[in-house]
């Protein structure tokens, strides 16, 4: 059976394949054209590097103190009831319920994301990222690091990365993934390319692109991000165009790729920021205001408060 629902019409290409890691200049070039590739890199040896996920489990099990998250996109009806059922039973997450809950729950993965220097030298000490990439590539993408752990069978469905002005890559410690990605909705002609990331596979790719994922084989892999060139002509840049053509057409996830687009206008980020600095406990991602915290709830209720207030002032005004 084909895991992979979109899209069901289109002729499948291939990603570009490195068959020695590029330089580094062929690499900013990507963050200027956004194209996806994958390249074989090394891995360092290391004697703690897990080789299944019990290791994996066992070796975070007592270091990671963050919460883990569980994607439930490939789980059936009654395994996502009963993995419903399991959460409202005051189950959680973790690192020492993994084995059971893949065998409870199959088709289900787990991540962690490393904001603070404490996790990300955790993830770091296993693989931290390709020489190819350098200091200067990275810009906020630094502040985080992921890894993604999962059985024959796990994945996540199709979407389009919204966390900002970047790309991503993932670099495969073990196991098998299949990949699908397209172009971003509006962008013409639509293509679709298929790839299979192997142990030492480095797969990257950008935010605004459609893609989708398919374990074959049980993998870890670790996450990373690099920031996207704005540069005249580049894909940052014409993401603006591809929203407005896909908005124009009513094609699903124009809105993400929109909010992509914002986050990308240097003149829009300056914006955010400013008002990140007047207004403390909101966080403004493209066309949304989202509250962090119980005073960011508290000025979102001013906000709307004011709203209010500035339209009834003016329909009494016009009634006068």
Not at 4 to 10: G, K, R, S, T, V
Not at 230 to 248: D, P, T
């Amino acid at each position: 059976m084909n895991p992979f629902w979109y899209p069901p019409h289109l002729d499948i290409g291939s990603v570009l394949r490195y068959t020695t890691p590029p330089t580094n200049e062929q690499f900013k070039s990507h963050l200027v054209s956004g194209e996806p590739f994958i390249t074989r890199v090394d891995l360092p040896p290391h004697p703690n590097r897990p080789k299944t996920l019990d290791e994996w489990a066992e070796l975070f099990g007592t270091t990671w103190k963050d919460p883990v998250q569980m994607w439930q996109n490939r789980l059936s009806n009654e395994d996502m009831n009963g993995w419903r059922q399991w959460l409202r039973e005051g189950n959680e997450p973790s690192f020492e319920a993994f084995r059971d809950m893949r065998a409870d729950f199959p088709n289900t993965y787990l991540s962690v994301v490393a904001n603070d220097m404490y996790h990300k030298e955790l993830i770091k000490d296993l693989y931290d990222r390709p020489e190819f990439i350098r200091d200067d590539d990275t810009g906020w993408g630094e502040t985080s690091r992921w890894m993604y752990g999962g059985e024959a069978g796990a994945g996540v469905a199709n979407h389009i990365d919204t966390i900002g002005c970047v790309c991503s890559w993932s670099t495969m410690l073990f196991g098998t993934k299949r990949w699908r990605l397209g172009t971003p909705p509006g962008e013409e002609p639509v293509e679709v390319s298929e790839v299979v990331q192997e142990q030492g596979d480095f797969m990257f790719w950008c935010a605004g692109t459609w893609h989708q994922t398919w374990i074959e084989e049980e993998s870890l892999d670790v996450h990373g991000y690099v920031k996207l060139s704005y540069e005249q002509g580049s894909y940052a840049r014409n993401l603006v165009g591809f929203a407005e053509n896909a908005g124009r057409r009513e094609l699903d996830g124009w809105t993400n790729v929109m909010e992509v687009a914002d986050s990308c206008n240097p003149s829009n980020v300056e914006w955010i920021n400013r008002t990140r600095h007047r207004i403390p406990g909101l966080v403004i991602r493209g066309w949304r205001i989202i509250p962090r915290g119980p005073f960011g709830w508290l000025a979102l209720a001013v906000l709307a408060g004011w709203g209010v207030v500035r339209m009834v002032r003016r329909r009494k005004k016009k009634s006068e």
